[in-house]
């Protein structure tokens, strides 16, 4: 299964174009990097996906599987400061009517992915940015998502933390073969974390450059010290530096 924008744009206005005739295919199991200028239209790009915009012009072909299985981590964790961090991450199951005792066991075996298994009956004001964060990707992660769209979900973190969690989430993805798509201004984390990197210009926004990461996986930390990595972030670097000429 694959997922196909056609000439996709966005108007939020009758003059100005935030996406404008954007192509592009995103295969099943993927991991893409998504980078460009600020004001570019990533997030639209993003929101678009999740069904939470709607493109002024183009088609796109989402199979319905997916559509129904897709998943949103926001750049603010977004939590209910009134719920325990298992009431979080339970929500989405509630609201599909799913029984108590399936929620309490789903919400346990994220918690434990997500290493919150032990702060479960904490509050979010209780918890670090890196901890609240995790406690959103559990979240978003408990329906068993078949495409999972992460927009700046680390930006706000440590260096050490924003690490542990790209390698976390690589780890939960090869398990689940989910399909990922972020947006990240980092051109460490997107070639870290990729095997493609999408370079996004502005105006109007469109995908510029398209650059596979060929870099061995499963993928650790050490790989960052590699002359191998340094080639392809080095091919990162100039795309972008092309789009903000």
Same mark, same amino acid.
């Given at each position: ?25 995103? #295969? ?35 199979? +319905? ?6 998943? #949103? $981590? ?39 992915? $997500? ?35 992460? %927009? ?5 973190? %440590?260096?050490?933390?924003? %690490? ?9 993805? !090869? ?21 493609? $990197?999408?370079?996004?210009? !502005? ?9 596979? $990461? ?5 993928? +650790?930390? %050490? ?23």
């Amino acid at each position: 299964m694959q997922i196909n924008l056609n000439q996709i744009s966005k108007y939020f206005d009758a003059n100005k174009a935030i996406l404008k005739d954007l192509s592009l295919s995103i #295969f099943e199991g993927e991991v893409l990097g998504l980078i460009g200028p600020s004001g570019c239209g990533k997030s639209t790009l993003l929101r678009i996906l999740a069904g939470l915009e709607v493109a002024t012009h183009g088609d796109l072909e989402i199979p +319905c599987e997916i559509n129904q299985q897709t998943s #949103f $981590v926001f750049q603010d964790p977004a939590l209910f400061e009134w719920r325990t961090v298992a009431a979080n991450v339970g929500l989405p199951l509630e609201l599909k009517g799913i029984k108590n005792s399936i929620i309490e066991h789903c919400v346990e075996v994220e918690l434990e992915r $997500v290493g919150l298994l032990d702060a479960a009956h904490k509050y979010p004001s209780e918890l670090s940015g890196g901890m609240r964060m995790r406690c959103s990707l559990a979240r978003a992660l408990v329906t068993n998502p078949k495409l999972l769209l992460l %927009d700046e979900p680390f930006a706000a973190l %440590d260096e050490m933390t924003r %690490d542990q969690l790209n390698q976390d989430l690589l780890n939960i993805q !090869s398990k689940n073969k989910m399909t990922i798509l972020f947006v990240t201004h980092n051109l460490f984390e997107a070639t870290y974390m990729s095997q493609r $990197v999408l370079v996004m210009q !502005s105006n109007p926004g469109k995908i510029a450059a398209d650059i596979p $990461v060929s870099l061995p996986e499963p993928r +650790c930390l %050490d790989l960052r010290l590699t002359g191998e990595f340094q080639d392809s972030l080095k091919l990162v670097q100039a795309a972008l530096r092309e789009v903000d000429k």
